[in-house]
């Protein structure tokens, strides 16, 4: 399941939203249930649907969130842009410390029920780098690429 | 030993009780290199000792916002606390706080960042408790201190 959150992030965000064909669509009742369960205060929401998983485009606390569940009603994890300076502090240094001449193009938190990280992804002239962290203290490398 | 101590100093600087055991203090060279070397862009550094088994707290301003960090006397970095709004927390947490606190307002949020993994320390209100709670990334949120008023 942890493997088919991953590849849920990469593709609706790294991917920019490549799998929805369709907007609000309609979902079931265990997905609904789930949903409404868990974020008792989304406000603005809407569905999209693939073959393996529902998505949820919400407001919470003002800032824009999508949720992924399966057909099932099993949360499989949440995503959300953020700030670099809502990074954990840690988090800050390491990248200022690291990566200081590269620039930011792309992070998000991701929350599984078992766990919660960082995205990021940065560049520089040469080549572009996505960073995971999942203790909140460091990051490591999911992926470098050579700019062409 | 000091891991404990630096946590109960967490503890007080949640529960805004902070006792320094000498003002003012500074640190040895070790240390003070220690804090440039996490933290470059450092500003406005004020020190103090946080225990008598030499826990140093340094309080700085970085990237605009004021921040806590704490180190041994040998110039190990211990970890760091900051205060932080409530958007600031992870979703989960958030939408724990809703479901599970729906009649209490957050009042304060600090994240303690150690090498080793983070937290963060809330305290909600409502009209007649205060408490602090403990959360996790993942949305776990347990009582660390009940009853604070």
Redesign the interface.
């Known amino acids: 399941m942890k493997k088919l959150f991953t590849a849920v992030v990469l593709s609706s965000v790294l991917l920019v939203n490549a799998a929805f064909a369709n907007k609000n669509e309609n979902v079931n009742t265990r997905v609904e249930n789930a949903f409404k369960q ?4 989304a406000k603005e929401v809407s569905w999209q649907k693939t073959d393996a998983y529902y998505k949820a485009t919400f407001k ?4 824009t ?1 999508n949720a992924y569940y399966t057909a099932e009603g099993e949360m499989l994890g ?1 995503i ?1 842009n953020v700030l670099s ?2 990074l ?3 988090l ?2 390491s990248l ?2 690291e990566y200081e001449n590269y620039w930011i193009t792309e992070l998000f ?1 991701f ?7 960082y995205f990021i992804t940065i560049q520089n002239a040469d080549q572009v780098i996505t960073l995971q962290s999942t ?3 460091s990051w490591s490398t999911y992926s470098k690429s050579k700019k062409q | 030993m000091k891991k404990i101590v630096l946590s109960l100093a967490i503890a007080t600087v949640m529960l805004s009780s902070f006792t320094t055991y000498a003002a003012d203090k500074t640190p040895g060279a070790v240390v003070k290199q220690a804090l440039t070397r996490e933290f470059s862009q450092a500003k406005d550094v004020e020190w103090t000792t946080v225990s008598k088994d030499g826990v140093y707290q340094a309080k700085f301003t970085y990237n605009n916002e004021p921040l806590q960090a704490f180190f041994t006397e040998d110039g190990e970095f211990l970890g760091t606390t900051r205060q932080i709004t409530k958007n600031q927390l992870p979703i989960l947490i958030v939408s724990a706080l809703e479901k599970q606190y729906a009649d209490f307002r957050v009042a304060t949020v600090f994240e303690y960042s150690k090498t080793d993994g983070l937290a963060y320390y809330i305290t909600v209100i409502s009209p007649d408790n205060a408490m602090v709670l403990k959360a996790t990334g993942n949305g776990d949120l347990s009582v660390f201190k009940k009853n604070i008023h």
Do not use: Y
């Open positions: 868990e974020f008792t205060q919470l606390n003002g800032e969130v949440i959300h300076t809502q954990p502090i840690n800050q240094t200022k410390k938190e929350s599984r029920p078992d766990s919660n990280g203790n909140g203290s």
